[in-house]
């Protein structure tokens, strides 16, 4: 490789690495501001997964409930992050993830990714019992994930000030019907 070359390859790669580092300052102040960073195929793929595990029809997205759900997830942002029902008549759910705290006390967003938290709703069904429709903890987000007659689903995120992070789920219809099995 001749200098020029070598200067040119250092020059692309210096251009690259600034593209990529650009994309995620931008990602990381997007979080910042509570701008939600949900991958609509990602959280679609872990909620059908649950679903199909309980033998019930796939979810489809809907925009007008994430659009719902990424204002109560800013809203609780904005109010210290607290897991509070929206009220919104929708079924919900609600994940809460702690900041990453290093040594030095700083505080950064813990990487969390659709699958981890739709799994930590999944996960409630061994508190679930089936054949007397109990449950022996908490199982309400397991419930409202395989919930039979929901049709569609909608999701948001915001980071706290924190930097802890609230996701909110909706669900229509909702489910947790008392006295209902959710399939």
């Known amino acids: 490789m001749n200098t020029k070359q070598l200067v040119t390859c250092a020059w692309v790669c210096l251009c690259a690495g600034s593209l990529f580092f650009s994309g995620v300052r931008s990602a990381l102040a997007g979080a910042k501001e509570g701008g939600s960073s ?3 195929m990602a959280m679609l793929s872990a909620h059908n997964a649950w679903r199909a595990k309980a033998g019930v029809p796939a979810l489809r997205w809907s925009s007008q409930l994430a659009a719902a759900a990424q204002r109560w997830a800013e809203h609780l942002a904005a109010s210290g992050c607290a897991q509070t029902s929206s009220g919104s008549g929708y079924g919900e759910n609600m994940y809460w993830s702690s900041p990453v705290m290093w040594s030095d006390g700083t505080q950064q967003v813990s990487r969390k990714q659709p699958q981890d ?38 999701c948001g995120m915001a980071v706290c000030a924190d930097k802890a992070q609230i996701w909110v789920c909706n669900y229509d219809p909702a489910g947790n019907l008392i006295g209902r099995k959710p399939y």
């Open 38 to 40: 949900v991958d609509v």
């Open 117 to 154: 938290v739709v799994a930590s709703w999944g996960k409630e069904a061994a508190d679930y019992n089936y054949a007397d429709n109990s449950c022996q903890a908490v199982c309400g987000n397991y419930t409202q994930l395989v919930w039979k007659d929901t049709k569609t689903v909608g």
